[in-house]
T-cell receptor, first 112, second 116 residues
Framework: DQQVKQNSPSLSVQEGRISILNCDYT??????FLWYKKYPAEGPTFLIS?????DKNEDGRFTVFLNKSAKHLSLHIVPSQPGDSAVYFCAASALGLNDMRFGAGTRLTVKP | DAGVTQSPTHLIKTRGQQVTLRCSPKSGHDTVSWYQQALGQGPQFIFQ???????QRGNFPDRFSGHQFPNYSSELNVNALLLGDSALYLC???????????????FGPGTRLTVL
């Protein structure tokens, strides 16, 4: 039962351009969403999050957008840098629950 | 601050054997969660430990068990290993979560388990 889906296994963008990573979820109980970045041989690192009471959250070059009616969120990286090349996981949780549900990840490659 | 540490880094076992993985949480954290990440997949929640008890469990068989010690470190045990247990096992630590807030989980580098 895959409740969080990232339908694009990979994405390649040019340095300086925008990267848009997408995520869909099916469980309407989810009310907190996170993006993690993972480099090889390292654990996932928290990047940015958003609560369901918001539709946008910004942190520097990273912005997450949430469309609750469509059960869709996206991560925008502007401008993209080669160091952003990694696997990005979308995760969802619900208040009071202790686990997170992860998507399968999107491998982002930023070309110089 | 050493962050979340896990041992060993890599492990090779044969079918039917038992394995124990270890995790030390980030300083100040009291809650430890374990995830299994199969190749090409996202992490899947196994269980979470708080105050030395299993607080929540994902959809994993009883062959997967755990323990949390008074110093908040934790172990994941897997019995009767199957080929399908080959995966990256991630430990994540956090502060105890109450019902009015979320607490970010910090992940360790993982233990790569290969079952032959």
């Amino acid at each position: 039962d895959q409740q969080v889906k990232q339908n694009s296994p990979s994405l390649s963008v040019q340095e300086g351009r925008i990267s848009i990573l997408n995520c869909d979820y099916t469980n309407s109980m989810f009310d907190y969403f996170l993006w993690y970045k993972k480099y090889p041989a390292e654990g996932p690192t928290f990047l940015i999050s958003i609560s369901s009471i918001k539709d946008k959250n910004e942190d520097g070059r990273f912005t997450v957008f949430l469309n609750k009616s469509a059960k869709h969120l996206s991560l925008h990286i502007v401008p993209s840098q080669p160091g952003d090349s990694a696997v990005y996981f979308c995760a969802a949780s619900a208040l009071g629950l202790n686990d997170m549900r992860f998507g399968a990840g999107t491998r982002l490659t930023v070309k110089p | 601050d050493a962050g979340v540490t896990q041992s060993p880094t890599h492990l090779i076992k044969t079918r039917g054997q038992q394995v124990t993985l270890r995790c030390s949480p980030k300083s100040g954290h009291d809650t430890v969660s374990w995830y299994q990440q199969a190749l090409g997949q996202g992490p899947q929640f196994i269980f979470q430990y708080y105050e030395e008890e299993e607080r929540q469990r994902g959809n994993f068989p009883d062959r997967f068990s755990g323990h949390q010690f008074p110093n908040y470190s934790s172990e994941l045990n897997v019995n009767a290993l199957l080929l399908g247990d080959s995966a990256l096992y991630l430990c994540a630590s956090s502060l105890s979560q109450d019902r009015s807030s979320y607490n970010e989980q910090f992940f360790g580098p993982g233990t790569r388990l290969t079952v032959l």
